[in-house]
């Protein structure tokens, strides 16, 4: 049977998919796991719930609050808050449990369910197992006084931003920055962090409506802050998505910085004071060579994980690592968060600029992004990509004429029937080229 929850939660077509009699049915299910785990022991239990700007979490909202609290969950309603700040906020109200509803940065009509077990931490695999299994359970109900309260928490805005506000030490007093807000979740409590830190702010894209959500805006669609901020003769842009636990960065030019390059200018400045855990940054394999190649210049290591924040997550806590993150801008600073907040890296951004009086443009040159090319080779058995000895000679051959100075990944694509061929080259003429090479073998000997 096909699993409910994906790589982030359980994520669909709001009121198709994503129902809210799902959303009652799991938040009961959880409920239940949590306690018979011993979460709950001694005390009455404790869940915070807050949403991104879509309309549809409104009624998902309520079938959530409406399953904790007939389960004897105390619900503490967070309103419209980013997920890292549903996660700081799990941790620092003692919640047992804290709840987003949001889908990121997907198109509006769709929404999700993520849960965050006590301290804001993603659920281990197993848990997650667990609540797929006892839904739709019989189950005795509380009733009296042991059904679950809900009230609502207006601060979690002020004490979220202020908690970012207290993560650099340096005021940023002379910056100008337009931050998009995607017309997301951080539409308050991003502008109103960066304005509190010292900042000149002027936001876009922050006057959601339920339904313009990452319409045309936010990190998957850089025109429009590039344009803002070339206006306003700005020192700096930032892009959030949905629910802002990315972010990608525009410099006083218009040029686009991505997560490879905001990792790299965080890694220097930790590796500098001291907080860079045994000098070694955490990013995913679909990470531009020219990044690694930066580091290893530097001095810092890299560890490479499959692409996806939460095996970033995994291997960072395994290994006490500080800093990790993906090139789409989910970028973890574990001194300060428990998932990617990317109105946490602009702030740390910004105080690497105001430190160093560097631009964002010169902190990025301190790599070099290769091109890149990707083709995603379709129809194809993905399962034999790391058995066929003609594949793997093909693409040894190309990665011995590519040598230092590129590389060559062949992928499955986790959900679909292709294979993503990823190569990195000196040019994109040269990167193209070798990429359709080795997409023509994957069509040759992996046809179905």
């Known amino acids: 049977m096909t699993r409910l929850f994906g790589t982030d939660g359980v994520r669909g077509l709001a009121n198709g998919h994503l129902t809210a009699e799902l959303a009652l049915d799991l938040s009961v299910a959880a409920a239940h796991v949590l306690a018979d785990r011993g979460e709950f022991a001694g005390h009455r239990p404790l869940a915070v719930v807050g949403r991104d700007t879509r309309i549809s979490g409104q009624f998902l909202e309520a079938a959530v609050v409406a399953g904790l609290a007939s389960a004897g969950v105390d619900v503490l309603l967070l309103g419209i808050l980013p997920t890292p700040g549903v996660a700081y906020l799990t941790g620092t109200l003692g919640a047992d449990l804290g709840v987003m509803l949001s889908a990121s940065h997907n198109p509006m009509p769709d929404n999700g369910i993520?849960?965050?077990?006590?301290?804001?931490?993603?659920?281990?695999?197993?848990?997650?197992?667990?609540?797929?299994?006892?839904?739709?359970?019989?189950?005795?109900?509380?009733?009296?006084?042991?059904?679950?309260?809900v009230t609502a928490y207006p601060s979690g805005i002020d004490e979220y931003a202020a908690h970012l506000v207290r993560s650099i030490e340096h005021p940023l007093a002379g910056i100008r920055v337009v931050i998009d807000c995607a017309e997301g979740a951080a539409w308050e409590a991003g502008p109103k962090a960066l304005a509190d830190a010292g900042a000149d702010v002027t936001a876009i894209h922050s006057q959601p409506d339920g339904l313009n959500i990452n319409d045309g805006c936010g990190s998957t669609h850089l025109g429009p802050l590039q344009a803002a901020v070339l206006k306003d003769g700005a020192d700096v842009g930032f892009a959030l998505d949905g629910d802002a636990d990315r972010c990608l960065a525009v410099d006083h030019e218009g040029n686009v910085v991505d997560g490879d390059q905001i990792l790299a200018i965080l890694a220097l400045s930790l590796k500098e004071s001291g907080h860079l855990a045994k000098d070694t940054v955490v990013a995913t394999v679909m990470s531009n060579l020219g990044f690694v190649q930066a580091m290893k210049a530097n001095g810092v290591g890299v560890r490479q994980t499959k692409v996806g924040d939460r095996y970033v997550l995994e291997a960072m806590k395994v290994s006490g690592y500080t800093l990790g993150g993906e090139q789409s801008g989910h970028v973890i600073l574990s001194e300060h968060a428990t998932t990617g907040d990317g109105v946490l890296t602009a702030l740390q951004v910004l105080e690497r600029m105001a430190t160093t009086g560097q631009s964002l443009q010169k902190l990025a040159s301190v790599m070099t992004r290769l091109p890149q090319v990707l083709v995603n080779v379709p129809g194809v058995d993905k399962a034999r990509t790391d058995d066929d000895a003609v594949l793997a000679a093909a693409v040894a051959e190309e990665e011995a004429e590519l040598g230092d100075s590129g590389r060559v990944l062949l992928r499955p694509s986790g959900t679909e029937p292709l294979v993503r061929v990823m190569v990195e080259a000196v040019s994109a003429d040269q990167a193209r080229a070798v990429a359709e090479r080795l997409a023509e073998v994957v069509r040759r000997q992996l046809t179905l």
């Open 114 to 149: 993520k849960f965050l077990a006590r301290g804001g931490v993603k659920l281990d695999d197993v848990v997650e197992i667990a609540i797929e299994r006892r839904m739709g359970e019989d189950w005795e109900r509380p009733t009296g006084g042991a059904v679950g309260t």
